[in-house]
């Protein structure tokens, strides 16, 4: 979508241990991230992503099965 600035990305990750998810992103436009979840615990996790233009943040997701 050019509009929105977003295009097709392919990501593949994988679990580095059972507490800890690591994930490569890509685009045909060259960007690349690297996203890494922690899990804190069964509801809480922290997610760090830095991407190949400068950017980065940290998030802290909440989620809840029911």
């Given at each position: 979508d050019k509009t929105a600035g977003r295009g097709t990305a392919l990501a593949a990750g994988q679990y580095i241990s059972n507490d800890i998810y690591v994930e490569?992103?890509?685009?045909?436009?060259?960007?690349?991230?690297?996203?890494i979840e922690v899990a804190i615990s069964k509801a809480l996790s922290i997610l760090s992503q830095t991407g190949s233009f400068g950017g980065s943040n940290v998030s802290l997701r909440y989620s809840k099965d029911y």
């Open positions: 490569i992103i890509t685009d045909a436009r060259g960007f690349t991230a690297t996203q």
